[in-house]
């Protein structure tokens, strides 16, 4: 019984305790925790999977910091399928601090696979005008992107020696934290040039591109923190996202088991007030 | 990183376990966090209220108009902007308990803009707009499909608890009549709406505070142990062995 | 006087406001007027300002409890105001420096003390000790279940769609959709006739707490 | 004779890329007054030139310009780049009353071609946004139903108003803080003055003052704004003043903290923590702020109220305070705490108009369900559109 009062009115702190516990361990141990892996997230997959070595796949990088945390994994991960399936990856970005953004990711991913700029891969940078560049990508990519993100000409590069336009390229993933974005793909890309385009986005803004999922424009979708820890769980590696999705798992189950606890305990003592005939428990409620 | 990031992470990383130590209880490294977070915000807000409201809102336009004045001799309408910067002098007279009282104009001037503005802002976006969203709603909706009409249940049924719910709700904040019979059973309805609704609203909100804290905890890690103290520390060792 | 002239300006704008949404032609006054605001308020932290460093000074002076902490108070304060004014506040100056390193840290860690309390605040008030707060508590750990995917990880792959309903993921969506978008509703239509009332009330003078005494 | 003209067209046609080809002008162009708005602006509208279509002469951009007399000199105003469907620009530069004429040049690379010119215009300035007709009508008519209640009530016309629980709380709260001998904290929220909830709050304050200068118990004020310091300096003062105890006002018990949100979040904190308030108010507009200020106030064992319309913050404060005002409770506060007849008149005018929203709603309602069977009435759609759309 007094364990069930000191459970009833438990220290706040010990609360606090365990929340900080429960979302530092899956940072510090990624738990691998398995998610449901969507079709969405599936068909990506299975679309970088079934692509013959060394196709081409041209990744947007259309996000800035603000949505980093929900789109960057995904970038990683995408970028290491890629990589691993040693596919040509042409990059470049309609949002002008993309381009950074993949730097970043080429910066982190890069190192782990033996690459060649250049050859394997390439940073165009960024190009205001969104719909404009994508329709203008598909006559020449050489003329739309003369320089590289480092300001070095693209001319000799062997990767733009194959890849002359948007015709070449197999899959183009966008990462999108907004406009322009998926939409764009889709209307050029998609519709004009007949790409499979797929995308990546924030959780918030998911649910819009569902149509285009139904309709066949976008072969795949990752839909936030979720979609990029699905991603890596399809890749079988424990990401950030992963990892960030555990801690939030296991954060969520802590606090659902206190409000058992707390539920339990309460019932407990009431049953033994009633018995006790004691009158109805006052003081602070939860109604208004 | 260099020397300049290398303080900074380290200051940041004090200052975020000093705030966090207050979980805890208080104790000093939270009071002096406390107090220096007060004073640099005051003063960060201070120069940020000099740059994006004190420069471009009067000192700016008055500049303007004074070239104005000199160069062709003729007065134009920013000349009005000195009325703002006699609102804004009033509110100085606080400085002195005998005069507080001549701050009332900045004051009531304030008042009487928010007053005006909240006026046509709630009623607009709140009130008409959101009745607007519930007119529309049809209890009973059937859809044109494949083989004639048929009874979409789902959105109906939604659709029903939506009008139910804002309805019942409504009347919970009628005022001038006691809350019994029918009205009372109403808004004891409404209530259950409301609750079900705030319930909901703490469930959706509790993996934003928990990516909040995540954030923190990542910088702890990734930002600050691992680059600025393990990774010195094993750099020092390194070249120790070497010597 | 003291208080009628006052209120004769606050009618002025507040209706002025009013009227520029019906007329358009008083779109220029409006603005203008909406200027004058963020004039008054760049004055009136001046106002704060003083208030915070005679309270701290005072605290030093008179030695009260935890006096020395105000000197960290008072030299932050003094420091982003000088740097900032001095020297700019765009990205690369010292202002900008400070703000990443002393601000933006205490500012997000305070923020994610929230974590912890959202659960603190949960374990206390989630107790079904009537049928509100067990209506509180059963939306709220629904919602919490089909927000993270362990929430809907028991469900098995045979699962029959008829049962989807089952699921809290599907809850969830309902829930967020129809229960949520009802209350909050019916919060802000009362809310906005709240509003008109209250400033009526105060345009017309019948309202003037705010202007103190006579 | 036909062969002439033919064999002319044939030389021009052989001819044209020696000389250079002919650039078409864009094509519709339009000059009006801009819509809805405070004058001295005039919109110009075209479509483009046919050889942007085409392509075979290259459309660098499309440059305006603007005269007063349909010959007479004109000035440029600026240029619109070329590959749009449809151009727009606006001459934010009108004198009202001016008769304008405009032309709109196609420019390509050699060669610049002028469309006709269009005008005359003028700029005027509108009196009325005939689209806003059921924004007037609503605020008149609600403003119609708080004002009569008024004089109903100035009149001496007894009204009810229903207990409002948190509010009977008030007087329960500031009594236990002046047994326990320790203070009230009032937190106004975080919003500047002109919010009209900053407003409402500061109000309540004046009433929740006047009661805690009776009891005498000691009030704190921590404010996140000047203005809203300076206003609560005003309102107290006046509250110890009509409770017959300006003696105990103490001007630096309502102070200012910083305006950040965070760092007044942890100011507040650490006011609670030492202070140990037996009572707290938190009325106002709030964000992320509540729960951190209502769970620190738990700790300390503060009884709680709390007040706000910010609907998502409403269930933080329901979870962890003793009591919450909902939405248009939190307006109806002061008036129902001074038990004023005039103030207790627009409560009623507030109801109402609530009844009215909710027959229009039932009335939509029903209308919106005959439509599902082919009933339409008074052309449902297009008529409720025009009803609730404001532009």
Redesign the interface.
Known sequence: MKFVRWLAD?D??I??L???VA??IP??LPLG????VTPQTESIYEEVENLPPGSNVLVAFDYDPAAA?EVHPMALAFLRHCFTKKHKVIIMALWPQGAQMAVSALAEVGKEYDLEYGRDYVNLGYKPGGD?VIKSLGASLGEVFPKDMAGEPTAGLAILAKVRNLKDIDLVMDLSAGDPGIPAWVRVANALYQRKVAGGCTAVSAPQFFPYLQTGQLVGLLGGL?GA?EYESVLAYAGKASR??D???I??????V??I???IS??ILRRQREEKREGP?TG????? | MDGLTLLGTWIAALLTLCILSFLYKDNPFYKFAEYLFVGVSAGFWIAYNYHNLLLPNLIDPLKGAFVVLLLEGRLDFRWLTIIAGLLGVTMLFRFFPKAAWVSRYGIAFSVGLGAGLMFIVYLQANCIYQIWGTVKLSPVVITEGPGGQHFDWPTSVSNTLLIVGVVSALVYFYFSKEHKGVLGSTARLGIWFLMVSFGAAFGYTVMARISLLIGRMEFLIDGWLRPAVIAPIQGALASLGLL | MRREIPMIVAFVAGVTIILEFFVPALRDVASQIQKWYLVVIAFAILVGAFNLLRINYMKIRYRRADWPYSFALIAGLFAMAIIGIGWGIKEGTVFDWLFNYLIFPMSSTVFALLAFFVASAAYRAFRARTVDATLLLVAAVVVMLGQVPIGSAWVPAWWPDSLVFLTPDWLKDRIMNIFNTAGQRAILIGASLGVVSTSLRILLGIERSYLGEE | MKSVPLGVFIIMALAAPAFGQMLQAAEGVTARDTPLDAGSSITLTWQPSPDEAGRKVQVLAYEVWRATRAAGEYERLGEVESGKENYEFTDEEAENGVEYFYKVRARGERMSTDAAPAGPVKATAEWFHPDRLNMLVASVVLAAFVLYFISQARAGKELFIRRIAGLEAVQEAVGRATEMGKPVLYVPGIADIDDIQTIAAVTILGRVATMIAEYDAALLVPCSRSLVMSTAQEVVKEAYLEAGRPDAYRRENVRYLTDDQFGYVAGVDGIMLREKPAANFYLGTFYAESLILAETGHSVGAIQIAGTAMPSQLPFFIAACDYTLIGEELFAASAYLSREPRLLGSLVGQDLGKVIILISIIVGVVTAFLAQFGFELFGRSIALEQLFVVK
């Not at chain 1, 602070?284 to 208004?288: G, T």
């Open positions: 438990i706040r702190r609360i606090f365990v929340i900080a979302v530092v940072l510090l925790m398995r998610v449901k945390p404009i979720k820890a960030r999705m801690a939030q798992s954060a969520h189950l802590v606090i659902i206190f409000i606890f707390a539920n309460y019932f428990r602070p409620a939860a109604s208004p």
